[in-house]
Every structure is written in structure tokens, then in C-alpha cells.
């Protein structure tokens, strides 16, 4: 079994968890929405889902990535939804949205028991936080791309992103 692994300037950190398959069904997790409701895996059924998964929205990588997510959101159409996952606490999460004005990307958290960051193998076992790294599933919840990035510094490769996702809609 190989070390998986991504960099936080220049510095390696573990990975926790598998990543799954594309082509495989998305596995099994359990987050909050803002309003501390459960959220599972059956909220990827019906429409085209972009999973994003940042280490914080309140750091300045975080921040810039879901804003440009949600700009991207109004090009997408009503069959697409984007969901933005992080280890931060749900109100946290609500302040930060408010306050930037994200309106077409949902936040859940994860802090919890870090389910989605373990099912989809992205948590960083030395900062407990999740890893940046952009999923994207079928109407049927079938992982269909998956882009792990390698340095946490930096952004996704967001034309990969949407081009994966414009093949699905």
C-alpha cells in the first residue's frame, strides 16, 4: 500500500482515506449543512454534483477557489449543484458565505467525524483538515472525474473541472 500524499508549501503530508474509483458509485458519507441538518451521499442523486474539498474557507486559496466556483455556478445551469466541503464548523461556514456573498455553492462541514474527507481519501492526517481536491459525480451519483491537488497553496485546474462537468449536462 503506497503513502498518498500532498504538500503544504513544499512540506509532504499524509493522506487518510481512499479515493474513490471514477466510474464508481460516490461512497458513503455523512456532513452538516449550515443549519446542522445531515447530509448524505443521496444528495448527489438527480443532478450533476462538483464536490470541493478545501482545507479552509478562511484562508486566502479557500476563499478565492469557491468564489470563482460560484461565479462559475451561473454558467452551469439548474441541473448542476456545487457543493463546498471543509472541516470548518457549519456556523463558521454561514458567516463566511454571508459575508462574501456565495449564493450558488452549498457548504457543509465535515468537522465532525470527517466522513466525506475520509470516504473520498482526503484528509490530512497532521492538520486534520481536508485536503484540496474537486470530485464530480453523475445524475446517478457515479464519480465521473476526480483532480486531486497536489500542493494546497494552489488553485484546482477549474477548465478540467468544468469540462468534466459539461460532458455531464
Known amino acids: 500500500m503506497s503513502i498518498r500524499q500532498v504538500t503544504f508549501q513544499g512540506s509532504p503530508l499524509t493522506l487518510e482515506g481512499t479515493e474513490p474509483v471514477v466510474g464508481s458509485p460516490a461512497p458513503a458519507f455523512s ?16 443532478k450533476v454534483s462538483v464536490i470541493v ?24 445551469g439548474p441541473q448542476v449543484q456545487i457543493l463546498c466541503v471543509s472541516a470548518d464548523l457549519p456556523f463558521a461556514q454561514a458567516r463566511w458565505c454571508g459575508a462574501a456573498g456565495i449564493n450558488a455553492v452549498r457548504t457543509l462541514s465535515d468537522h465532525r467525524d470527517l466522513s466525506l474527507g475520509r470516504a473520498f481519501g482526503v484528509v490530512i492526517k497532521e492538520l486534520r483538515l481536508l485536503a484540496r481536491a474537486v470530485f464530480v459525480t453523475d445524475a446517478a451519483g457515479v464519480v465521473r472525474y476526480a483532480q486531486l491537488v497536489p500542493e494546497i497553496t494552489q488553485e484546482p485546474d477549474y477548465a478540467a473541472v468544468l469540462a468534466a462537468v459539461k460532458k455531464l449536462v
Open 31 to 46: 456532513v452538516l449543512a449550515n443549519d446542522l441538518s445531515p447530509v448524505t451521499e443521496a444528495v448527489l442523486r438527480g
Open 53 to 76: 474539498t478545501v482545507p479552509s474557507l478562511d484562508t486566502p486559496v479557500c476563499d478565492t477557489e469557491v468564489r470563482r466556483f460560484n461565479r462559475e455556478a451561473a454558467g452551469l
